[in-house]
């Protein structure tokens, strides 16, 4: 099957276990391309690379059918999706992870089948060996803007594969804390300036409630996080952020500095819908009005 | 002595013993009310009243001398100055404290002999009953502006007294993790609401490299850290931005939440600079002009 979109995600597509203090759900919908898709799809078609078990419900499947996002790269083979379980604490800013079954993930060998190349790709949090192989099938020179993010696990147990994929990507979307563990830096702007000379252009860092930071070849824009009464469950914000962020520039099709403040900001207003209730369920009741007039507040509340 | 000025804050004087990963001085000149008045002083003549004792070396007060810093209430008795000792490791975020000795402050009692009482007040971290002493002889209604810090040792041993003192002020500005302690509460935004509820009209939540999350009766604002390459000393941060934000306040006389910001902003530029060495060694070498520098530089690094 051949088409066509302007951005696309490889990453997971998984069941989570996810217990915050305000509650648990045992099979929850998750995964970071899922996630990702789904915020990316508030400002643009998105076709999603991945893979999921024969236990995949139904019901997941129509939910990403919702909006404009293509599946036909979303795999179906024998055995089990990725299962992720994990909890939340009090103070909900570090996730707890108690299990993890990769299952269908350690076969997975994306097949890309592109009329032509997405011009914006993101290398979701999945292992960089597979990051690598997608950034091959796409060409690297064809793809125009392609960022990844990546995780402790994959910093600790595959550096030398992870430090490849950094030299060939535009920019990395990174929580802090895996910034520094990277660089081996306490120091985030001394982070992401090592980073910077590792690859990517633009180097973007998550702060959970406090923000993001941005440094993009020298300059730097800093956000503060949207002020939040209730977190409900913090799962997938990182994703949703990217998803904006990436869905917002490949709308615009512009990758300046200016431009991608306004990329972070809407990612960073989606990202706070995303917590406000399990899996995708705020983002399965939001709109572009909802976005939009947050981003209003957002904008008024951190200017002076 | 009678004098007469916009602003008067009450606190430690200290002699410092700090080590980080940059260094160490065995006799740094430190304390909340040393910090608060010299950023202060940058926007607003202050009056400073605190406690020394006979070991207090006169170039420390040399250095107050500096800057329109009023000492008529800078008491001289004998005994040793507060001692304070600590230690920031590798993230810098937190200070470990070795060692404390209150010495000349356990038998302090401030005395206030103003011809007219400071329209503006500050309660620096220090007892709760001492800053109560201090409301009680400038008169709370006269005062027109007064606000307070805090910190975790006067919340878990002399909370009653706390409360009093919240009740009694239009502000305080406080740590975010002493935020969530003294409301027993996660969520930052519903632990300030919750402070709000005792007494002050404005929260003011410093989080360090962070930024600052203000809120003003039902009105919020959000300002990221200013982003710094090289944090050499911590010590002192939160009471210098106190001190340019009430220097600013009692210098345009306007406490309105557009103003506020302004003021925060301006704390923000200030701690920004105190980090940056030792004591009080950056601000000594700093002027308006750089404050404002950096303060442009800010504004345009967090607008979108």
Not at 248 to 257: E, Q
């Amino acid at each position: 099957m051949k088409n066509k979109t302007p951005l696309a995600v490889i990453g997971t597509v998984a069941i989570d276990e996810v217990e915050t203090p305000f509650g648990k759900r045992d099979r929850a919908f998750g995964g970071s391309a899922s996630y990702f898709s789904y915020a990316a799809s508030f400002f643009t078609p998105v076709s999603l690379v991945a893979v999921v078990g024969e236990d995949f419900p139904s019901e997941f499947l129509k939910i990403l059918q919702e909006k404009p996002i293509d599946l036909s790269h979303l795999k179906r083979t024998s055995g089990k999706t990725f299962f992720w379980r994990g909890k939340y604490t009090y103070d909900l800013n570090t996730a707890e992870t108690l299990e993890t079954q990769l299952n269908v993930l350690t076969e997975f060998s994306p097949e890309l089948r592109f009329e032509s190349p997405p011009e914006f790709l993101f290398l979701a949090n999945i292992d960089p060996s597979l990051q690598a192989e997608v950034l091959d099938q796409v060409g690297r020179p064809k793809a125009r803007f392609v960022a990844c993010d990546t995780m402790n696990f994959w910093i600790e147990k595959k550096r030398p594969e992870l430090l490849k994929v950094l030299a060939r990507v535009d920019g990395i979307v990174i929580n802090e804390n895996e910034a520094r563990q990277l660089a081996g830096e306490s120091n985030l702007i001394r982070a992401a300036q090592k980073i910077h000379r590792w690859g990517p252009a633009k180097v973007i860092l998550k702060k959970g409630e406090h923000g993001v930071l941005v440094f993009d070849e020298g300059r730097f824009f800093a956000l503060p996080g949207f002020p939040l009464e209730s977190v409900f469950d913090p799962t997938g914000a990182g994703d949703s952020f990217a998803g904006a962020l990436m869905g917002y520039l490949a709308k615009t099709g512009d990758t300046s500095f200016e431009n991608l403040k306004q990329a972070v900001a809407y990612g960073s207003i989606v990202a706070s819908f995303t917590v406000e209730d399990f899996s995708l369920d705020r983002l399965r009741r939001l709109d572009l009005k909802q976005i939009e007039e947050r981003l209003g507040l957002f904008r008024k509340l951190s200017s002076f």
